[in-house]
């Protein structure tokens, strides 16, 4: 085997070894008086989202974008939703019920 092969595999398998993976941040989202506690969120990719129901009724939140399609499904006050971004773009997020219930979420790499 080439040594040059193997002190390059060597010093990659060091380096990855000193700088731990991104375990991402949580942002947690509220959702109170049929609105979303923020319009816009910036994140990264690795990251959750947390939406949390504040309100006396349910609440579905949903993606209407390709960059990361889900569907949260319909949850009632007091209840938590999470999802992990895995995509750089801005998400479009609604909910299913609320229509008027709408924020972007801005993920970079």
């Known amino acids: 085997m080439n040594q040059s092969f193997v ?27 049929k609105a979303f506690s923020v319009p816009v969120l910036k994140a990264k990719v690795g990251d959750t989202v947390t939406f949390k129901n504040d ?6 939140v949903f993606s209407l974008s390709a960059v990361q399609e889900f569907d949260l499904g319909s949850y009632k006050k007091g209840d938590a939703r999470s999802v992990t971004l895995t995509a750089p773009g801005t998400i479009e997020v609604e909910c299913a019920i609320h229509p008027e219930m709408r924020m972007k979420i801005e993920v970079v790499q």
Not at 55 to 60: G, P, Y
Request: charged share 10%.
């Open 55 to 60: 309100d006396e009724f349910a609440h579905n």
């Open 7 to 33: 002190r390059t595999a060597l010093a990659a398998v060091a380096l990855a070894l000193l700088v731990p993976a991104y375990a991402g941040t949580t942002h947690a989202v509220g959702q109170l008086k």
